[in-house]
């Protein structure tokens, strides 16, 4: 019979899955709003460029002639940030559901009698999130922060072309991209990529507000939380040392049995941060239960320990040497496979990751 720990790890790498899902179809449907108003931003950068000769071309001009764009610019992204709102929505109402019904269906019901599994709301888990920021903004400073690095970039655009003596077609071409590659080799691409960064980190942020907050509701069942990465190339070399550690199940988030810090948490520690948190449930006798008045099954579900599945560091061991070096680079991949360094030498203390010659110094080669 698999223990309640187990059962709420299983889950939560099939539910991670699922969101991460939502999460790209959402910043989808943003970056359409944005394509969907390129084409009248194009023309009316292009009439600017049609009023701006070569001769009286000033950078206080260019500004005077793209301002009914800069306007449409900012309008464009307050709509996309009122669009965000079901999404985010949506996101928090997910994730407040998935973890009463995850957590109910691992505790037994005897002690669910004894401790009652506390929901959360929704509406609570938006408001806390748009409230608390994520790296280093609000959503609100994001978008507005994306409206203005958008326009910089047209305006440093059409400043270059004039001053490589490229036409106001040409300029264009180069703003927009090609429609023989779906405009993705335009200097606008970028704006779309950032974009979609955004809105990913945004849900991803309100998924661990939801499961911040529920843990908090019920701490009198939990005792930590465990950070649980993607086991892939792209994981980020900040979630890879994470893997599978704990942490107190506070707002402190102190490290147990090790010295890496929690900072940001799962889904927050950087941008598009595919880790997510799982909760740590106590055992029997943590709970203060009489063991004698339990069931074996009962007993043995409930033995608070956390399940010995492998972390990213056992992973990356088994891959190939080629996938290896694809991760870490190939010095330390070589490093790693002549037994000179283990995977968590790649990092300090605190979960910092080490340049090549700090690793070398440090492992005396």
């Known amino acids: 019979m698999a223990t309640a720990n187990e059962i709420l790890q299983d889950r939560a790498v099939d539910h991670a899955i699922n969101m991460l899902r939502y999460e790209r179809g959402v910043a989808l449907q943003m970056v359409a709003i944005l394509n969907k108003a390129e084409p009248r931003l194009v023309a009316m950068i292009a009439e600017a460029l049609l009023r701006l000769d070569r001769e009286s071309f000033t950078v206080e001009?260019?500004?005077?002639?793209?301002?009914?764009?800069?306007?449409?610019?900012?309008?464009?992204?307050?709509?996309?940030?009122q669009s965000m709102q079901p999404g985010m929505r949506g996101e928090a109402e997910a994730e407040a559901m998935y973890q009463a019904t995850s957590l109910r269906a691992a505790v037994p019901q005897?002690?669910?009698?004894?401790?009652?599994?506390?929901?959360?709301?929704?509406?609570?888990?938006?408001?806390?999130a748009l409230s608390r920021p994520f790296q280093g903004r609000l959503l609100s400073g994001w978008m507005a922060n994306l409206a203005d690095s958008r326009a910089a970039t047209i305006r440093n655009a059409i400043r270059s072309g004039y001053v490589d003596g490229l036409t106001a077609t040409d300029i264009v071409?180069?703003?927009?991209?090609?429609?023989?590659?779906n405009y993705a080799d335009g200097v606008l691409q970028r704006p779309r990529q950032e974009l979609q960064t955004v809105v990913q980190t945004a849900l991803s942020h309100t998924a661990?507000?939801?499961?911040?907050?529920?843990?908090?509701a019920n701490g009198d069942l939990v005792k930590?939380?465990?950070?649980?990465?993607?086991?892939?190339?792209?994981?980020s070399a900040p979630c890879r040392i994470r893997d599978g550690l704990r942490y107190t199940a506070d707002d402190k988030h102190r490290p147990i049995g090790h010295s890496i810090p929690w900072l940001g948490g799962p889904g927050r520690l950087h941008f598009c941060c595919r880790s997510v948190s799982v909760p740590v449930v106590k055992s029997m006798r943590e709970l203060g239960l009489d063991i004698e008045d339990m069931t074996p099954a009962t007993r043995a579900?409930?033995?608070?320990?956390?399940p010995a599945e492998q972390t990213y560091g056992e992973w990356f061991a088994r891959q190939s040497a080629a996938r290896q070096d694809e991760i870490v680079g190939p010095d330390r991949g070589r490093l790693f496979r002549q037994g000179k360094v283990k995977f968590d030498t790649f990092y300090d203390n605190k979960g910092q990751w080490l340049s090549l010659p700090e690793l070398l110094s440090r492992a005396g080669a």
């Open 110 to 128: 005897v002690v669910q009698v004894r401790f009652p599994i506390a929901a959360i709301a929704p509406e609570q888990v938006y408001a806390a």
């Open 224 to 235: 930590a939380e465990r950070w649980v990465s993607t086991l892939d190339n792209r994981t």
């Open 208 to 216: 661990q507000t939801a499961r911040s907050a529920f843990v908090a």
């Open 173 to 181: 071409r180069k703003l927009r991209g090609t429609r023989a590659n």
């Open 301 to 306: 579900s409930m033995d608070g320990q956390v």
């Open 61 to 81: 001009r260019l500004e005077q002639l793209l301002a009914s764009a800069r306007a449409l610019n900012t309008e464009t992204y307050a709509s996309i940030e």
